[in-house]
């Protein structure tokens, strides 16, 4: 398995990211007869538990330091790519992969000898002066398979490094940890990323909600009481007093990470959207195809999802007029039925300017195909749809013609009448 072979490291000779294969991680796996069938997660553990009952054989420890520095580079590339327009990417890979990939590794002592070392478990566990490791050392240095799983515990010291945190900060870019992450999502937001993922149990969708709702209402207090204790909002985590308190109680913060992982994955489009395929031009009535590798369904429920917040905005926004001029809510009661602006203004005895400059009709579309457009440009398959594509205005004018386009052979009904009489019926 190429991801406990492979390392990801930074090139000094070269100046570049550079990727090696371990020829004795390889031939570790190889020979361990290691069930690969199993996820990641199963066997990182299985590997750390081998390390840890063969604590001077460097073999199991690096094949896990291949696999973080797969992790580490994955997180690079997403701290990266999030902030590129500030940051440096070379700069970050000469702070997170500093570790060559070597079987040892040489430490000076308090009286500046250097002597070198064996990298393995007990070599990790041993206490020294003054010590200095590369971060994928400090991740299996400080690694607790009780608290977290590798990858997570990977992601979360790399949040903390000290030296990526002051050059991040020296950029005005700050790090949102998963746990404040999890704390300031609304319980409407942890339901989408549900919808998102695809996830249909109920019973689980529901212990889900449940953990959620007590998790932000026992960080609150913990997050109080450790300001109390430590004068600082620093350095707190979940620990097992904090996590029997929640609803239902937790032994551990994997359910708490699976939360995290949800709403990762709903931010940035992750996952959902594999699927490349050609499909027929949003408007059905030219034959002209737009280059979105993009599973049809999924794209429908993106326009769906948009369209409906921007429509609940604005008429949330028009509503507080409707005690004054009752007419106003006639007017886009009157829309969502499929009345054509001139009836609406007859009904609601105004002029046709008066019912025109009130709904905003192709305001609202170009509103809500922006909206799409940033949506899109958020999935990694699609994050240079402006490139790829020969005119993203050309696509725009497609999403925002196929809002206000009545669907033929269905009804008389564009997508934006129907999210506006959706939103009035609620």
């Avoid at 250097?114 to 994928?136: C, T």
């Avoid at 949040?159 to 940890?177: A, C, H, P, T, W």
């Avoid at 170009?366 to 594509?389: G, H, Q, R, V």
Wanted: hydrophobic share 30%; charged share 30%.
């Amino acid at each position: 398995m190429k991801i406990y072979s492979n390392f990801y490291f930074y090139n000094f000779k070269e100046s570049k990211i550079s990727s090696k294969k371990l020829d004795e991680a390889k031939k570790f796996i190889e020979s361990s007869h290691l069930k690969l069938e199993k996820n990641h997660k199963e066997l990182d553990l299985l590997i750390y538990n081998f390390s840890k009952s063969n604590k001077f054989s460097y073999e199991p420890i690096l094949c896990l330091r291949c696999r973080i520095s797969f992790a580490l580079f994955n997180e690079l590339n997403r701290i990266y790519q999030d902030n590129k327009k500030n940051l440096e990417l070379l700069k970050i890979a000469r702070i997170i992969l500093l570790d060559d990939g070597k079987k040892y590794l040489r430490i000076k002592n308090t009286l500046g000898k250097e002597i070198r070392y064996d990298i393995n478990y007990s070599f990790l566990k041993e206490k020294r002066d003054n010590e200095v490791l590369p971060l994928s050392l400090e991740i299996l240095k400080s690694y607790d398979p009780q608290k977290s799983n590798l990858s997570t515990w990977s992601s979360r010291l790399i949040v903390g490094n000290k030296d990526l945190k002051n050059y991040m900060r020296s950029m005005g870019i700050k790090f949102e940890k998963i746990w404040s992450k999890i704390a300031d999502s609304s319980i409407t937001k942890l339901q989408n990323a549900l919808e998102f993922n695809g996830e249909t149990n109920k019973k689980y969708i529901k212990n889900i909600i449940n953990l959620h709702n007590s998790y932000k209402e026992q960080y609150r207090i913990a997050k109080k009481n450790h300001y109390e204790r430590k004068g600082t909002q620093l350095g707190w985590y979940p620990d097992i007093q904090f996590l029997k308190k929640l609803s239902p109680p937790q032994k551990d913060q994997f359910k708490l990470e699976e939360i995290g992982e949800l709403l990762r994955r709903y931010e940035k489009g992750r996952e959902q959207y594999i699927q490349r395929q050609y499909y027929e031009d949003l408007n059905s009535n030219e034959n002209v195809e737009v280059n979105i590798p993009i599973n049809f369904k999924l794209f429908r429920d993106l326009i769906n999802k948009c369209g409906s917040n921007i429509v609940q905005q604005l008429i949330s926004q028009d509503q507080k007029k409707w005690e004054k001029d009752k007419q106003r809510e006639k007017c886009w009661f009157l829309y969502g039925e499929g009345l054509s602006q001139r009836e609406i203004a007859k009904n609601c005895e105004h002029k046709q300017a008066w019912v025109s400059k009130l709904l905003r009709e192709n305001f609202m579309a170009e509103l809500i195909s922006n909206n799409i457009i940033l949506e899109l440009k958020m999935i990694p398959e699609l994050s240079n749809l402006d490139k790829t594509t020969n005119d993203l205005d050309n696509v725009k004018d497609k999403i925002r013609n196929h809002i206000l386009k009545s669907e033929q052979q269905l009804s008389n009904n564009s997508f934006l009448r129907k999210w506006v009489k959706k939103e009035l019926n609620q």
